[in-house]
């Protein structure tokens, strides 16, 4: 497909103001978070490297993404008004060009946005999530962090459940720890151990330990001394002892579908959280798609208001969009609302909306 003039014009006005509008709101939110954390850099003497490569150069990925589908809209709205407002667009139809062909360069437009969005959400954010985190973390927060873990269950392998009481990740410890081997229903063999320390990859340590093998009616119990630990093979590392809080914004999508596989089989329950995260990472590319569709049909229409009349009803549109999906994904994470539907949702809705808006638009 050969790019002509009105599309390169299009494209380039689409992306220059998206860009623009970008760069402005994230200097001026730079500019508002340094004069709130300055206090806090200064009193923990974070040095300006790690306040510059550690925390800003990956603050800026992450509200680029955040604000990108409000910023998609606004772009759309203010340079296709400014094109209605200019008789550019009348000019366009009345030279026989249809109103479907005009879309044509604004959906390519949106295809590089959303192509980008993607990459930043699913590949680049979430391990620039991390190192900010680790940023304010010692630097401003200064939050002591989850010392244990409490009842962690869950399956390591078919047919074999791990049960640890408390788990300390500063001493990479547990406590009061079992493993029970099962045949279908039928408890086969039971592992006890006073403690289990993490030693490299799936090995662990166990000590005070007693092993009971069942053999229908007959059982077999191996003791170990106190003062003799057992090294054995276990199906699990430090990553499932951890909170899950917050983990699955630190994902990349392979890792965050390669965890969510993992822990289904385990038999854990309440994964909503990463499914959540893992499936709205498409959607919200998507959504640049739509919102671009919706921009174009309300703005290519000159009104007696003008662009101010575009622009209210662009940010009112966008900041409902924006409320939908968070509420849709509160009720996901609740239980209360499947999460496929929860996430794809606002996408649904505003694509009837765009579908009538388009029908409407001038020919």
């Known amino acids: 497909m050969l790019l002509k003039r009105l599309d390169t014009y299009i494209i380039k006005k689409f992306l220059g103001t998206y860009v623009f509008s970008i760069a402005l709101i994230l200097s001026i939110a730079v500019v508002f978070d340094i004069n709130e954390k300055l ?11 790690a306040i510059i490569f550690d925390y800003y150069l990956n603050f800026v990925p992450y509200f680029a993404n955040l604000f990108s589908a409000l910023f998609v809209f606004i772009s759309v709205i203010f340079f ?19 109103f479907k062909r005009i879309m044509r360069p604004y959906m390519i437009s949106a295809a590089i946005i959303a192509v980008f969005n993607f990459a930043l959400s699913a590949f680049i954010i ?6 900010m ?14 010392e244990a873990q409490l009842d ?35 408890l086969k ?23 009971r093998n069942f053999d229908g009616m ?35 999508s392979p890792q965050l579908k390669r965890y969510i596989d993992k822990q289904r089989r385990r038999g854990i329950g309440n994964l909503s959280e990463f499914e959540i995260e893992y499936h709205r990472r498409f959607a919200r590319s998507l959504a640049a798609f739509i919102l671009t569709a919706i921009g174009l049909s309300l703005a290519s229409q000159k009104r ?6 575009h622009l209210g009803i662009g940010l009112g549109l966008s900041f409902s969009y924006i409320l939908f999906d968070t509420v849709s994904s509160t009720f996901a994470v609740n239980g209360e609302m499947n999460v496929i539907l929860a996430v794809w949702l606002p996408n649904l809705v505003y694509s009837l909306i765009a579908i009538v808006l388009y029908r409407n638009a001038p020919k």
């Open 218 to 252: 007959r059982e077999n119990i191996i003791k170990g001394e106190i003062n003799a630990p057992l090294d054995t093979t276990i199906q699990m590392d430090l990553s499932d002892m951890k909170s899950s809080e917050g983990l699955s914004t630190e994902m990349t």
């Open 304 to 309: 007696k208001g003008g662009m101010g009349l």
């Open 126 to 131: 979430p391990p620039s999530n991390q190192a």
């Open 133 to 146: 985190q680790n940023f304010l973390q010692t630097y401003v927060k200064k939050r002591p962090q989850t």
């Open 152 to 186: 962690i269950q869950f399956e390591v392998e078919k047919d074999v459940i791990v049960y640890i009481s408390r788990f300390e990740n500063a001493e990479n410890t547990g406590y009061r720890f079992s493993l029970e081997k099962f045949d279908g229903k039928q």
């Open 80 to 98: 296709t008004s400014n094109l209605a407002g200019n008789s550019e667009f009348i000019a366009m139809l009345a030279s026989g060009t249809s």
């Open 39 to 49: 206090d806090k850099f200064m009193s923990y003497n974070a040095p300006l490297r």
């Open 189 to 211: 063999s039971r592992l006890t151990a006073s403690t289990i320390k993490y030693d490299s990859g799936n090995v662990w340590t166990v000590r005070n330990y007693m092993i």
